[in-house]
């Protein structure tokens, strides 16, 4: 905890928020894309539908490894992880296909990740609504989202200093109560998040809104230098904390209130770069196209994972040395083991829904499968 470049791994809680960012700008893109080629008509719950359908059967097939799990194997720490996931799944898996997660005690989750999917949900819902008034009242609309941002970061505040929390959450915390109390008041919840939602919304409706952006140098210049300021203070801030000692209070309420939509402003920096034509290297990078398959399995990488990671610990029978080769060897490994699960589970599970999706809905799957969305806003 002495290098402060650890706060890359202690401090990646923000990499959630990227994802929401991401998932507001490509729900924006899609839908805004439809309204114009209906005339600002969009049929609101046949979307929802459209998107609980996407996420459910990969999420049952989850569940169903998760039951499997006491047939796999044993182990001195079997009963307190593996056992303990298992148990929580048999009692409430139904929790899991309902959009409720974000709301309960994560120590009683079947699943506790997937309260990233009932927060994508509620903001999926919200986000429906704010893009029909940014389509048609552009003023209102901004107002809208910064109302909504405003509120869930006041509620943010308002938690962090009646409960005496900590500015966000410090993994590796003396006080593992405290840490437990910020995860299950704050993080797990949908409030802090819902500003990088909304940034991911605001930049899709910028891109579709006005096509053409030719920026100076100086604006460029200006704007890498904000986005960098933006993420790196975001990211390192916290490395006092991290060290045992505690925040100020105005200074941890201000953190716990702006650095998540801080960090996805400055994420959305770059893609707004990529996505105007001006991005350079950078943008030809990440257009690799290595990275179109690899983005198919990320949903069932993201579910797998938790999974692999328990059989992992609840078999171990010996102590793990605490290196960097022996952390980097554990993290190699699992990722490629959850890779070639993810491989599996997408063929059999999510690929041939996606299928009979395009058969019983061609009308729908057409305009809903948006293939690069950002693409038409440059020429290449």
């Known amino acids: 905890m002495d290098d402060i470049f650890f706060q890359i791994i202690t401090n990646s809680w923000v990499s959630v928020d990227t994802f929401f960012m991401l998932g507001g700008l490509l729900v924006a893109t899609s839908t805004l ?9 969009i049929s609101y719950f046949s979307r929802l539908l459209h998107r609980i359908w996407r996420l459910i059967p990969p999420l049952a097939a989850t569940v169903g490894i998760t039951l499997c799990l006491p047939l796999i194997g044993s182990g001195p720490l079997w009963a307190d992880m593996a056992g303990q996931k298992v148990q929580n799944c048999e009692e409430r898996w139904w929790q899991v296909f309902l959009p409720i997660n974000t709301w309960l005690d994560f120590s009683t989750m079947c699943l506790l990740h997937t309260w990233y999917v009932a927060s994508d949900v509620h903001f999926y819902c919200l986000a429906l609504l704010a893009l029909c008034v940014l389509y048609r009242w552009q003023v209102a609309g901004f107002a809208l989202l910064f109302l909504v941002t405003a509120i869930c970061a006041l509620v943010t505040g308002l ?5 005496d929390l900590p500015p966000t959450v410090i993994y590796f915390s003396p006080d593992i109560q405290l840490t437990k109390k910020t995860a299950n008041l704050v993080y797990f919840r949908p409030y802090p998040h819902i500003g990088a939602y909304c940034v991911g919304l605001l930049l899709g409706y910028l891109l579709w809104k006005y096509h053409k952006w030719t920026l100076t140098k100086m604006t460029q210049t200006v704007g890498w230098a904000m986005s960098a300021t933006s993420c790196l203070a975001v990211l390192f801030a916290t490395y006092s904390w991290s060290r045992g000692n505690s925040a100020d209070p105005i200074e941890g309420v201000f953190y716990a209130v702006l650095h998540r939509t801080a960090w996805a402003a400055g994420v959305a920096w770059v893609l707004f770069i990529c996505a105007i034509g001006q991005g350079g290297t ?11 398959p690899l983005s198919r399995l990320c949903y069932f990488v ?13 078999w171990r029978r010996t102590l ?6 022996d952390l980097i060897t554990e993290f190699s490994g ?3 083991i959850t890779l070639v699960l993810s491989l599996v589970f ?5 690929a041939p829904f996606l299928k009979l999706e395009q058969i019983w809905f061609p009308e729908r799957a057409k305009p809903t499968e948006v293939k690069k969305p950002l693409e038409d806003t440059h020429t290449t």
Not at 159 to 163: A, H, K, W
């Open 33 to 41: 894309k439809i309204m114009e080629s209906t005339g600002g008509k």
């Open 159 to 163: 938690l962090t200093v009646i409960y």
């Open 282 to 292: 950078l943008n030809r990078f990440l257009s690799w196209q290595l990275f179109t």
């Open 302 to 314: 993201y579910l797998l994972h938790f999974p692999v990671l328990w059989i992992r610990i609840s």
């Open 320 to 325: 793990l040395p605490f290196h960097h080769y």
């Open 334 to 336: 699992i990722l490629m």
């Open 346 to 350: 997408h063929l059999a599970f999510e």
